[in-house]
């Protein structure tokens, strides 16, 4: 009776847990739908070794591409991948304002960061290193190259995210 019982509560904890939906596998999906609505708008998707993606909205200055070292500024709104969209930070004054999002101290000037220097979501700074001068574009990626599963203020654990961007400038 009690080898049957160990047996019952075994089967049980296996078929909970292979039910449980996998959140990285929910990110992923996520991503994928993202994507493919977007690739009937343009076809400019470049992806990284890691997985993070870059989709281009608008071509900047190809002749100045950005790479590890080189000083990028950039105006940014980071966004969940999820049905609303819903932003979490952003240096885009009338965007922070419209979303409830100024916080006071906040500057909206364009952020410059030394990509792969700085203390960076890892699928930020893959994505940055696929950038030119003016280009504008998201950077989209899973949890793994951001937040990981530790929530960070409104966004939750097992996040996969979005940053729409504008390269301003790149200093080699």
């Given at each position: 009776m009690k080898?049957?019982?160990?047996?019952?509560?075994?089967?049980?904890?296996?078929?909970?847990?292979?039910?449980?939906?996998?959140?990285?596998?929910k990110q992923e999906t996520r991503i994928e739908s993202y994507i493919?609505?977007?690739?009937?708008?343009?076809?400019?998707l470049k992806l990284s070794q890691t997985g993070a993606v870059f989709y281009l909205?608008?071509?900047?200055?190809t002749t100045v591409k950005a790479s590890v070292g080189d000083s990028v500024y950039f105006y940014y709104a980071g966004?969940?991948?999820n049905d609303t969209l819903k932003y979490f930070d952003t240096n885009i004054r009338e965007l922070a304002e419209a979303m409830g999002l100024d916080e006071g101290l906040k500057t909206f000037d364009a952020v410059g960061v030394i990509v792969g220097?700085?203390?960076?979501?890892?699928?930020l700074s893959t994505g940055l290193q696929m950038v030119h001068?003016?280009?504008s574009g998201e950077i989209i990626f899973n949890s793994d190259l951001g937040f990981g599963d530790k929530?960070?203020?409104?966004?939750?654990?097992?996040?996969?995210?979005?940053f729409k961007i504008f390269i301003s400038k790149i200093v080699k």
């Open positions: 080898k049957s019982l160990v047996f019952c509560i075994c089967v049980l904890y296996l078929w909970y847990s292979c039910s449980k939906e996998n959140p990285v596998e493919k609505t977007k690739m009937g708008k343009n076809p400019g909205y608008s071509p900047g200055d966004a969940l991948v220097r700085n203390n960076l979501l890892t699928g001068r003016d280009d929530p960070n203020g409104i966004v939750p654990p097992n996040s996969a995210l979005i």
